[in-house]
């Protein structure tokens, strides 16, 4: 049944989002069912510029109702194995705090090195975490989250940004923006070109724009296949390399000022464990190897710059 669907499927013709033409595609399927709606998605490759999407994409209804996830819901299908056991006690809870606390240090560190006044909005953002790493006195922070539990918890803990309950795709505003970020936001989106469109036009002239995906070119994507713990079936939309996205930038009148590869980003452990679990060994030993694991893949990372599992572009309005 899987076989005569994929010939149907390579019957169509496909517009590729970078491309903008019908293009030659790779096409390969995954059985495993997608966790927004489960359904089994199919993967298209342009075998052109690099851009790897799902097939079919989710309806905007599917998104909506996957994003507004309550708590329970979280812990039920969004926090992985390894998490799980952390999040278990008081050590592994102070170890994802202070992961994330050096992160959003990171990120805000990497912008000032650009801009160090102005207006920023950070789309996805979440419980306002990153923008907290703002001084309220030199910049004016908006936030845009989908989530109405994550919007209650950063509206209650930080009175100085702005932050608003949509889609970005429904924001409509006049003001513009001197940096824009979407970490991790960004192979969500349904429709690329039309997010880049939007925000041309909230950036202002000589504004940044900072992207992170994760990297279709990941090494742990080509050792894990299927298992690769970024697929993250039917929530992530479109897979970007560098090559597919700075086209696409470039497209849209921004010039690529900088190419990051966060280095203690790896999904080693997690694919690993997305592995072995399907193995059916017992989640004890998977546990405890998937721990292991976690510094191997930072050993990793610094052989394979271009090859690591997350990308950060740099761009600049022209």
Known sequence: ????????IMKKQFICNVCKKKVHFNLFNNDELGIINKRKYYYIDCIKCGLM???PLPNAKELEKYYKYNSKQYSDYKISLINRFLKSSKIGKKIIYSYFTWSYKTRAK???QYKSSGSIL??????????????GKYWDKTGIELNPMLVKIAKKNFLDQKIINKFFESYN????????????TFEHMQSPNKILIKLSKIIKHHGFLIIE???????????????WQLFQKGEHLFF???KSLTTILKLHKFKIRKIYYPIFDTSTSGSLVNFLSNKKIPQLIVLLLGLMSIPLGIVINLFVYDKRDNMQIIAQKL
């Open 53 to 55: 999407q799902i097939h």
């Open 110 to 112: 990497l912008i000032k």
């Open 1 to 8: 049944m899987h076989s005569l669907r994929i010939i149907n």
């Open 173 to 184: 505003t006049k003001k513009k923006y001197d940096v824009v970020t979407l970490w991790q």
């Open 213 to 227: 995906v994760p990297n279709s070119k990941s090494l742990n994507k080509s050792l894990f296949k299927n298992y």
């Open 122 to 135: 950070d789309v996805g953002c979440a419980q306002g975490n990153f923008l907290n790493n703002f001084s």
């Open 240 to 242: 970007w390399s560098a």
